[in-house]
């Protein structure tokens, strides 16, 4: 089974993060995220921390790092449980 994460809006600076058994954990802002799909400023594999967390009107996760908004789905988060 694949390792994956439900993430949630909790904050401008915290995220809900839910693993696949359950376990929850609160991430606090910043927090490190590791890009997966370029971005305008950002290349693939590099490791940024996320300065506040967005939520748009149709509950879409944001990213506010080096003063841009970034979706979530660019970025993995390294965390462990």
């Known amino acids: 089974m694949k390792n994956r994460l439900h993430v949630q809006y909790c904050s401008n600076h915290s995220l809900l993060v839910v693993n696949n058994q359950g376990k929850i954990k609160v991430l606090y802002t910043p927090f490190p995220v590791i890009c997966i799909q370029q971005t305008k400023c950002i290349a693939v594999g590099v490791r940024v921390y ?18 841009s908004i970034c979706s979530y789905k660019h970025f993995k988060l390294p965390i462990l449980f």
Do not use: A, G, H
């Open 50 to 67: 996320v300065e506040e967390v967005l939520s748009n009107e149709n509950d879409e996760l944001k990213y506010v790092i080096f003063d």
